[in-house]
């Protein structure tokens, strides 16, 4: 029996559905508590920080041989900014940790942070781009020159050329504000003392334990042989858990301080507050269009708020040259010109979450198409068609590969399946009621799986992309698989166990995955950019593919046959043409037990590979339809397709949920989540009341269809698909609202579409009822 | 995200709730169903010295209706308005609001008297009570007193309840079966605070309006009755074109708050939309 392609229930679910998971708040209940005293303005000099008597409180002056953390990009447009693991001097924003409080528990450590009385000598705050920007603004950080911490800059050569012949020019300027990851745990570690060794173990709620042991390590100058780094049950992470925060560096510091456990549960306040956040974006698009609707050349002007500090490992770039690199999309034209910058104000750091850019840049380039269509008097899906990459592979203006995919294709099963004459029979039927329904196309590309070649490009001063997993099969024929990927809840060991299933010919449930312990796995990057099952899934097979030839070696053997005639397969390896079978865990004994029979072979069933790809990329297309109640401006999403090609799916049941789950968030994205400061940089949205995740009563049911282009470049012939869903939603809605909103002549730019913001078009539109 | 320390006393009945209360007054806070001061204690926003937790207490437990009146006990959790409680009007009002307060589970906790003690100017409950005129009783050691809803909103968070006294029950007018209800509620998602809402009530006889209720909620710092509005719809004829001007009124004469989620104006909008829906239900 196959077991990649089938909708297997997730082996993680049991344990998790009864109260079996294990996360880290579940282990850290005999550990002392750990509050940070966090700043409450968002600029300014400390003064003083006064510590109330006989309590246990460290500040920044007591962690001077910590040193900051510093991450590198070699690039010569990028400033290297430390952020300092408690500050001594300088406050740069909001929620900032100052100083760090240990107690019995945790209502003592917040009875004793509030007693930390912090003199700060407040000074002008800046937020946003505009104030960042200014010829005259004072730098965030003295150590840089201006607040443009990284720069990206192209122009092609024929770019001026296709603008001064171009039939019409589409300029706009498109607004994505802040947004936070908002995983349902939020982040916590729990720092465990070893007195025998004078080891540390910090379990934390992270996506990469071995570069936050690395980044500790580096940090408090120590072995990283003395760190031991668990990730156990991770509820979500998105890119939020990816980077090494100072509240991680500080309780390592402490537990060996004080030589004892001590943990930190974040609460929501914090993580909204002092976390990380993304999608700041200010982008200005202009596109050279041609009569027939295609597009000759863009030029952008991109800019990414990145807050206050250069996330680790992945650095401030992240969002500015991932959208420097990727704006063109699924689009094929060859002349492009850039400019992305990335731009530090006194805000919560910027770091990765689900979509990096893309579901910023997606909106641009779909709201741009949709325009364009609209002047040139072109259908929305025509102008698509015209202007999708039909042609493998397909170099980009930025020099990216693209792989084989089904970006028309992809389309086209779409529009089929929206069935869109009935919908505007519908749609028109309805105006006339004075109901104002929508829909709207969204067609995206996915770089995904990528190793260390794309890090590199970048100028990663740490390169990560590849993938080692460890593979062993002990006597009794069970097998046990050792990643340096670590799952934060999406379901890997599950699709794992089916890939390394087909390969070995045995049932998932006899394969256990090791995963998130520093100790017990290789060393790898942990989850994120799609990339699980693409590197640590061909790795995992390239593993056990080793143990399956030595298991056919074996058999062959025992069984006096070619090792070309076995088959491995439910639980036996068999001989071709013949009755002749044995059982894989009888073969595994021997390979063990009977090694010196099998000339040739090292004892035992022990292998590792390593993978490192240089990636693919998945497609989709997402329509949307959408009612706009113009009286409240409320938006209902009636209804929302995907279809999505990530290659062979290797669990269709958890490539729904992911597409599924990223869609929610997408629809959040454009409809809900918004972080907003005040202008001296007081965070506003510090709850789920102000900051607005969406219920599962907003979210419709998600029709997903599926395409299957098999690509040379990845080993499992699966793409990734953890974060299309995320990049295609918010133009398939924001772009639905304006095809609603049509007869208003209004065109939105900004995310997400509130209400208020959808009602003020309205007004600005005539489109008001009550004026 | 812990409350600072507290005592915490669970009386057996209300003459010792009552003297409790009598004895500890500003310092101590009444727990119910916790679902508004519990989060308010966690966030360090409400810091009661003591709490004195009612749920003991039986008595407050219950809802009666009699000739006219809707009465409802302290302990009155919001799920046990889900079904209507009386026939007519008013349990089919009441049945119809109580969905859009915050979330299952929370309604089988929180009590209505605590939403009214609470005095959120975005409670569905304090513009019911404030629309159809309830009256609290307010009780304590020194006896009781009865409060018209007119009386009792003070503003935001803040009510005429004196600190040693506990909304002990709540009088709703009965409605007879001619009245008709309708209520809108605009929120961001489903079982948030309002943005904006409103609750009509109108009794028609042969085509004209004969009595009104009208009130708006979550604009401005307490529901709003807008009884010159209620005026003017009476001896009317009930149609679309009295609803439009109504909504029109109600939207110029207010002068609603903002907020990150909703601008005056846009609350403005929100006004006339909810009072046109409220009243097009309730003249339907």
Known sequence: ?771 | MKAAAFDYLRPAGLGEALALLATHKDDCKILAGGQSLVPAMNFRLARPAILIDINDLDELDYLRADADQLKIGALTRHAAFHRPVVEGPLGTLLAKVVRHIAHYPIRQRGTFAGSLSHADPASEWCLVATTLRAEMVAKSARGERVIAASDFFHGTFTTALEPDEILAEIRLPLMTPDWRVGFYEFSRRAGDFALGMAVAATRVEDGTIREARLAVGGVADRAIRLGLLEDQLVGKPASLAIIDAIAREARGMIEPNGDIHASPEYRRDLIAASVKRALTEALA
């Open chain 1, 1 to 771: 029996m196959n077991w990649i392609g089938r909708r297997l229930p997730r082996l993680e679910d049991p344990a998790l559905l009864k109260g079996g998971g294990s996360y880290v708040a579940d282990r850290a209940a005999k550990a002392a508590a750990v509050s940070f005293v966090r700043s409450p303005v968002a600029r300014g000099t400390i003064v003083d920080i006064e510590i109330p008597s006989d309590a246990t409180v460290f500040t920044g002056r007591d962690l001077v041989d910590v040193k900051p953390i510093r991450p590198i990009l070699h690039r010569p447009d990028y400033v290297a900014i430390g952020q300092p693991v408690l500050p001594i001097d300088r406050v740069s924003f909001c929620g900032q940790a100052l100083a760090v409080v240990v107690a019995d528990d945790a209502a003592l450590a917040e009875d004793i942070a509030e007693q930390v009385f912090v003199d700060i000598d407040v000074a002008d705050a800046i937020i946003n781009f505009e104030t960042a920007l200014a010829p005259d603004a004072t730098p965030v950080h003295p150590e840089a020159a201006s607040n443009v911490l990284v720069e990206g800059r192209m122009k092609t050569q024929g770019l001026d050329k296709v603008f001064a012949d171009a039939a019409e020019i589409v300029a706009l300027d498109v607004r994505s504000h802040r947004q936070s990851a908002a995983p349902m745990e939020n982040r916590g570690g729990l720092a465990e003392y070893d007195a025998g060794s004078g080891r540390v173990t910090l379990t934390a709620s992270v996506q990469m334990p071995h570069m936050l042991r690395t980044g500790i390590a580096d940090t408090l100058d120590m072995p990283e042989s003395d760190l031991r780094v668990i990730a156990p049950d991770v509820g979500g992470g998105f890119g939020q858990k990816m980077s090494l925060f100072p509240e991680y560096v500080v309780l390592v510091w402490l537990a060996r301080k004080l030589k004892r456990s001590v943990a930190w549960i974040e609460d929501r306040r914090e993580n909204l507050l002092a976390s990380a956040h993304s999608r700041d974006q200010a982008f200005s698009l202009r596109g050279a269009f041609a009569k027939d609707g295609r597009l000759l050349g863009l030029e952008a002007d991109l800019r990414s708020n990145i807050g206050a500090f250069s996330c680790y490992p992945v650095t401030c770039g992240v969002e500015p040259l991932m959208a420097f690199a990727e704006l063109p999309g699924p689009y094929d034209f060859a002349e492009y010109g850039v400019r992305s910058r990335g731009v530090t104000t006194n805000t919560c750091m910027m770091a990765p979450y689900r979509g990096v850019s893309r579901p910023t840049l997606t909106f641009s380039m779909e709201r741009m198409m949709d325009v364009a269509a609209k002047r040139l008097g072109i259908d929305a899906a025509e102008i698509r068609r015209r202007n999708l990459i039909k042609a493998f592979p397909h170099r980009s203006p930025t020099g990216l590969v693209y792989d084989e995919g089904s970006y028309l294709q992809a389309m086209e099963v779409a529009i089929d399946a929206a069935d869109l004459p009935a919908f505007r029979a519908r749609q028109s039927a309805l105006r006339t009621l004075g109901r104002y329904l929508g829909v709207g196309i969204s067609v995206f590309s996915e770089r995904t799986g990528y190793g260390t070649p794309a890090y590199a490009a970048r100028g990663m001063d740490i390169v990560p992309g590849y993938e080692i997993v460890d593979c062993s099969m002990d006597p009794s024929g069970d097998v046990v698989l050792r990643i340096g990927s670590s799952p934060h809840g999406q379901g890997l060991k599950t699709s794992l166990a089916q890939l390394v299933s087909d390969e070995l010919g045995i049932e998932p449930h006899r394969i256990r995955i090791i995963s998130g312990d520093t100790d017990a796995t290789p060393y790898g990057w942990g989850t994120f950019a799609s990339r699980s099952m693409v590197i640590a899934g061909a790795a995992s097979k390239l593993a056990a593919g080793k143990i399956a030839v030595k298991l056919k070696t074996i058999a062959a053997t025992l069984m006096e046959t070619s090792s070309d005639n076995i088959e491995l397969k439910d639980g036996w390896a068999r001989v071709s043409h013949s009755n002749q079978a044995m059982e894989i865990g009888a073969l595994a004994r021997a390979a063990y037990h009977q090694s010196h029979r099998f000339e040739g072979l090292l004892p035992g069933l022990h292998e590792n590979a390593v993978y490192d790809p240089g990636g693919t990329f998945s497609n989709a297309c997402h329509i949307a339809f959408v009612e706009v109640d113009i009286e409240t401006a409320g938006v209902r999403v009636d209804r929302f397709l995907v279809v999505e090609d990530a290659g062979v799916l290797i669990n269709p049941m958890i490539v729904d949920g992911q597409i599924t789950g990223g869609v929610a968030q997408g629809i959040a994205n454009a409809l809900f989540e918004e972080i907003v400061y005040d202008d001296t940089g007081n965070l506003l949205t510090a709850s789920f009341a102000d900051y607005l995740p969406p219920t599962a009563a907003e979210i419709p049911e998600i029709e997903i269809m599926h395409m299957e282009t098999v690509s040379p470049e990845s080993v499992t012939k699966a793409k990734g698909v953890g974060e299309g869903g995320a990049i295609g939603a918010p133009a398939a809605v924001v772009n639905a609202i304006c095809d609603a909103l049509s007869p208003f002549g209004i065109e939105l730019f900004e995310l997400p579409a509130t209400p208020q913001r959808i009602r003020e078009a309205l007004r600005r539109a005539g489109g008001a009822s009550y004026a």
